[in-house]
Structures are given as C-alpha cells and as structure tokens.
C-alpha cells in the first residue's frame, strides 16, 4: 500500500529536487536492488518510503534524508512503531491493521502518534485516519481522547 500511495503522490507533484544527497541515495539504492524502484523512483519529488522490505543501510539513508529536511512526505508501515523517530509534523493512518493484517495495538498506536509533532517547531501534533464506523469502537478504545471526524 505504500508503494501505491507514494506513486500517487508522486504523479501529482511537478516539482523535482536535483539535489545531491537525493542523488546519492537514489544511486544507492538502484545499486544495492540492481535496477529503479518506486522508492528510487519518487526520492526526486522528496517522497520516501519506510518499510520491512527496505535493507538496514536504506532505511539509514532515508532517515538521513528525513533528519536533513529532504523528504517532504514519509509513506511508512509499521516500521514508524519501532522506536525510528522522524521529525515530522503529521501521521496519517491508512488503516487500523499491520501488515500481517493484525490490528494496531495500543502501544504501537501511541508508538507511531509520537513522531507527529516536531519540538520547537510544532505546537501539536496531527494524527489522521479513515473513518470507519464499524471501527470506531476499536480506535475509541486505543485513543481514549477525543476524536473528531472531519468531512
């Protein structure tokens, strides 16, 4: 899924970074796999992705790029939950589930909420996710504070 939503967002952005840490990266990472991925492919309109599937050194490389204000947007799994701390100012939740399909727990809920809101920078954090009334009990449960559905 976040190969997917980073093309999308990849599509509708013009704008290219030329610089040369995206460059570097890029080459890196078509290097090390042997051939264009979609995360080589978008790091030009300062998307990353974040996932399982990326190697140690990638995901260093991404967090570099993160730490030095050159990736605008993070399309992450549940990678976010294991203590990588991104200093971004919003998370979006595409679904409830990891992806072996169990359901977030608390502790990764609050794990993954933690990196919105950058110190110094931001007075809060934004934490969005698809409504789904069927689920809202669920979230209700891990997210005790107040909800709001935005239309």
């Known amino acids: 899924m976040v190969n997917q939503r980073a093309e ?3 599509r509708v952005i013009d704008e ?5 840490n995206i460059k570097l990266v890029k080459n890196f990472i078509q290097d090390e796999v042997g051939r264009q991925t979609v995360l080589s492919s978008v790091l030009e ?3 990353a992705l974040h996932h399982a599937g990326l190697s140690d050194e990638s995901k260093l490389l991404v967090e570099y790029l993160i730490r030095q204000k050159g990736i605008n947007f993070i399309f992450a799994t549940s990678t976010l939950a294991e203590g990588v ?5 919003s998370v ?4 409830y589930e990891k ?3 169990n359901t977030l727990t608390a502790n990764d809920f609050w794990n993954i909420s933690g990196r919105a ?3 110094m920078i931001d007075n809060y954090g934004k934490l969005l996710f698809p409504f789904d009334s069927k689920k809202m009990k669920s979230v209700r449960v891990v ?3 107040k909800t709001v559905q935005l239309s």
Do not use: Q, W
């Not at 979006?92 to 679904?95: E, G």
């Open 16 to 20: 290219r970074d030329e610089s040369e």
């Open 92 to 95: 979006y939740f595409d679904s």
């Open 8 to 10: 999308f967002l990849s």
């Open 143 to 145: 997210t005790p504070l």
């Open 117 to 119: 809101g950058r110190t």
């Open 45 to 47: 309109k300062r998307i």
């Open 99 to 101: 992806g072996s399909g």
């Open 85 to 89: 701390n991104f200093p971004v100012s």
